[in-house]
């Protein structure tokens, strides 16, 4: 059933089979505790392996094992607390839970700190040799990765410490999540029809495309103006967060925190700073997008809150949700069968958390669990956008899906750089779709605006958060404070340069940094753009190859985490060391903007 849109639902009121089976994970909170007390009683266990490591073959293999082992446990606990607090995250008891699970993962990473540094301290000779045996060949990724950041790893009671000050140093993002998730309140709106409307950052992403110009500004300041009350919160929180990262990256000596954080993927810095600097080097079809929305909504001025209005105004797309699963596993049927067969038992095995409700938390994200199935958090609310967002995580959902199932533990982690192409390629497959079925000339216009605003959300917008990112991490690491007045000014300032002399750039934007959590995890976004771009590659060779396309698809997806990102990638047909997949979806992006101004009649 869907949803209303006046009156947000309590979770006793969303139908069973509209929530997500968290007892997949555990059957009850009694499970949850004796495995919790598992890891806490093993912990001490690896501690007998500490100098011992060098000793043999077999040795290293049983406290890598064990440690595995610790690893999934302490995985599948702590995505039961976090999925349980989520449902209501004003709820005291599981962010309680969330609390104990952190200390218990932050003793795990501690009594476990000493592993890495005795490998690297061992001769190179007896680690080839232990290598050559077969117990240990699953590690072999693992330990090419590891001597390669040889210089970056401290020496055992140093690792101990730092893994010790993980809980610590979390707080700026917990505070964040805090305030902005279940503290913050915001004001009532009068909606399209003359209604009240609790005004929330799940109903906002429906209100701001709202035809009716009023209903848009109204939620537009009403949003940001909360944001805004607790401008020196914020900057403080995010401040400190940024100070954190620095911290961990001088004391593992690197030469940037940016440095420090590609190092994980060996991403060359060379892909971030080309990334900026072709973006910047076409901002020109952004600002013509902006002109033309300008004169398609008949407009003196273009305003930030007009960013999201549809051009199409008078089309209304009401997906209910059953018909919103239609529409994913059609629009996903270039990925093969194999694929399509997992999708449907996602779709209808309780893996996804449908609707909003009170306290849920908001957006969207996919949460893999070795030895489990991926969850998903929706709050689906009929809307196009909706649909999009669902084909989006199930992107990441049978990612986690393959690499769990085909990687050994130690492998099966892909990084973000290889996550968000998963995910992005679905979007861009189901845009394609509705674009070849669709007759109705308004439809395709505002279809093909739906995919010219997911470049601008996700390749400029994005390039935009990443080059603020590293404009504030490089202030920072230059001794600079990082005030709401310098963090507010910045942001103003790129808005400006990215969206170009048609758009008014209104003072309430300026506090928007505030409202982001991708900036509390170090040099995320980037990834976004990237994967963007070497999703729209793999697409389109799907839709040209056919079968092979999708068989190397499907074993780019098994790969999990066992290379580098690039080289996986390059494995798939996409080379993300050169400017051309991104270049191609700008491309893209102005030949679209074409078909847009042939099929308008506001050319």
Request: proline share 3%.
């Amino acid at each position: 059933m869907s949803q209303p849109t006046t009156g947000l639902p309590s979770r006793d009121e969303i139908q069973a089979d509209h929530k997500w089976r968290i007892e997949d994970i555990y059957s009850s909170e009694e499970l949850w505790q004796a495995d919790f007390d598992k890891v806490k009683n093993t912990l001490p266990k690896i501690a007998d392996y500490k100098e011992t490591l060098s000793h043999s073959a077999e040795k290293l293999t049983t406290c890598l094992k064990l440690r595995d082992e610790i690893n999934i446990l302490a995985g599948k606990l702590f995505a039961y607390a976090r999925l349980q607090r989520d449902e209501n995250t004003a709820n005291a008891k599981y962010q309680a839970l969330v609390g104990k699970t952190e200390g218990l993962l932050s003793e795990a990473s501690a009594a476990t700190s000493f592993i890495e540094p005795e490998i690297l301290a061992m001769p190179d000779e007896v680690l080839s040799s232990f290598r050559r045996e077969q117990s240990l060949a699953e590690y072999s990724f693992y330990f090419d990765n590891l001597t390669r950041q040889k210089q970056h790893v401290l020496s055992p009671a140093e690792e101990e410490i730092l893994s010790r000050s993980a809980e610590a140093t979390q707080a700026a993002e917990n505070i964040f999540n805090m305030l902005a998730h279940a503290d913050m309140t915001f004001p009532d709106i009068t909606g399209e029809d003359g209604k009240t409307i609790a005004l929330s950052e799940g109903r906002y992403r429906s209100l701001i495309m709202s035809t009716d110009r009023r209903v848009r500004k109204d939620a537009f300041t009403g949003l940001f103006g909360s944001y805004n009350t607790f401008r020196n919160t914020f900057a403080a929180t995010l401040a400190g967060n940024v100070k954190k990262n620095i911290f961990y990256a001088r004391t593992r000596k690197y030469d940037s925190t940016l440095k420090s954080a590609l190092s994980d993927g060996n991403i060359p810095l060379s892909v971030y700073d080309n990334l900026l600097a072709t973006i910047n080097n076409n901002l020109g079809p952004l600002h013509r997008y902006i002109a033309l929305k300008k004169k398609a909504l008949n407009l003196d001025s273009v305003h930030m809150y007009d960013l999201y209005t549809p051009l199409a105004q008078e089309i209304k797309f009401n997906i209910t949700y059953p018909e919103g699963l239609k529409l994913v596993r059609d629009g996903l049927a270039p990925l093969g069968p194999e694929y399509t067969n997992i999708l449907n038992k996602g779709l209808t095995s309780g893996w996804i958390d449908v609707y909003e409700n009170k306290g849920k938390q908001t957006g969207a994200y996919c949460w893999g669990v070795y030895g489990a199935h991926p969850f998903v958090l929706l709050n689906y609310n009929d809307r196009l956008e909706d649909v999009s967002t669902l084909a989006h995580e199930m992107g990441h959902a049978i990612h986690s899906y393959y690499s769990q199932a085909t990687q050994p533990y130690a492998t099966s982690q892909y990084t973000i750089f290889t996550a968000e192409v998963a995910s992005t390629t679905n979007e861009i497959l189901l845009n394609d779709f509705l674009l070849k079925t669709t007759t109705d000339k308004q439809k395709k216009l505002y279809l093909i605006n739906q995919y010219l605003e997911m470049v601008r959300a996700t390749v400029y917008r994005q390039t935009m958060f990443a080059e603020f990112e590293k404009s504030i991490y490089s202030k920072a690491e230059d001794g600079e404070t990082l005030t709401a007045d310098l963090l507010d000014e910045m942001w103003h300032v790129l808005n400006v340069k990215y969206y170009g002399p048609d758009m008014v750039v209104d003072p309430e934007i300026d506090i928007e940094w505030a409202r982001i959590p991708h900036f509390y995890w170090n040099f995320y976004v980037y990834q976004y753009v990237t994967g963007y771009a070497a999703a729209t590659t793999l697409a389109e060779k799907m839709l040209n190859e056919g079968e092979d396309a999708q068989q190397k698809y499907v074993g780019f997806l098994k790969s999990g985490g066992s290379d580098y990102p690039i080289n996986i990638l390059k494995q798939a047909g996409v080379d993300m060391s050169t400017p051309q997949p991104v270049e191609l979806t700008l491309n893209r992006f102005s030949a679209m903007l074409d078909e847009l101004e042939k099929l308008s009649t506001f050319s």
